[in-house]
């Protein structure tokens, strides 16, 4: 109980505040989204429905090399952001460990409000927390996009879909399918989701107050992104087949 309010006095009432903001900010906008996602089309539900497309007409190719390296490539984003992170992660960690010359230049930042080493030691490893699950998010995306490329591979041939007795096997298979790259997309999606929050933390060198504007501000772009962007309206545009 000691440890726990010597701890809680560390920070100042207005630092927990910020942080509190953050993370229910955070967590909150995650459940929003996906909620908000099952009345009004997202990227990523837009996107979801077209993997399921994809992979319902890779079922009639026999030949599914450009499907399995178009899979393959998609890994390629997560992969960046997964090396990304480690430099960030060790960097962070080089400012931990040299917290008296991080402290100095923090004061130096305009507008900065004078905190004490053990204070930014804190702010640091809240940063170095947000990446770490970032690097997690990337990582996990990459491996469930080799699946992904994986149930391609493993696809019988267009003549065995056709020639089966069961005439849901081959909507089943392309509904798996594109269920297992509908989740790696999810996943990159929350390791990105954390890099833009993690701007958001970077304002709480500067203070509280920043710290939780930028928060708001970051949640901002991300549901604009993600609900109301020019793309989401593309890719839900009805196509008219050829006469």
Do not use: C
Request: aromatic share 12%; no cysteine; charged share 20%.
């Amino acid at each position: 109980m000691d440890f726990l309010l010597r701890l809680i006095r560390v920070l100042p009432l207005a630092d927990w505040l910020a942080l509190g903001t953050f993370f229910a900010g955070w967590i909150g906008y995650v459940r929003f989204s996906k909620a908000r996602a099952q009345r009004r089309p997202s990227v990523l539900a837009s996107t979801n429905r077209i993997r399921g497309e994809w992979m319902l007409e890779a079922t009639f190719r026999d030949n599914r090399i450009v499907d399995a390296a178009v899979s393959q490539s998609m890994a390629s984003s997560p992969s960046f952001f997964a090396s990304t992170t480690i430099f960030i992660i060790g960097g962070l960690m080089a400012a931990i460990g040299a917290a008296e010359k991080t402290a100095e230049m923090v004061h130096d930042l305009p507008f900065a409000t004078p905190t004490s080493t053990l204070v930014l030691d804190l702010k640091l490893l809240v940063l170095t927390g947000i990446f770490v699950h970032a690097f997690f998010r990337f990582t996990w995306s990459m491996r469930q996009y080799s699946f992904g490329a994986l149930l391609i591979g493993a696809a019988p041939s267009s003549k065995d879909f056709d020639s089966t007795t069961d005439p849901d096997f081959r909507r089943r298979y392309a509904d798996r399918a594109g269920r297992v790259l509908a989740l790696a997309a999810e996943t990159f999606n929350d390791g990105l989701r954390a890099v833009y929050l993690s701007f958001a933390a970077v304002l709480w060198f500067l203070s509280p107050l920043a710290f939780m504007v930028g928060t708001v501000g970051v949640i901002g772009v991300l549901y604009r992104r993600e609900f109301h962007s020019d793309v989401v309206a593309l890719l839900n545009e009805p196509v008219n087949e050829p006469a």
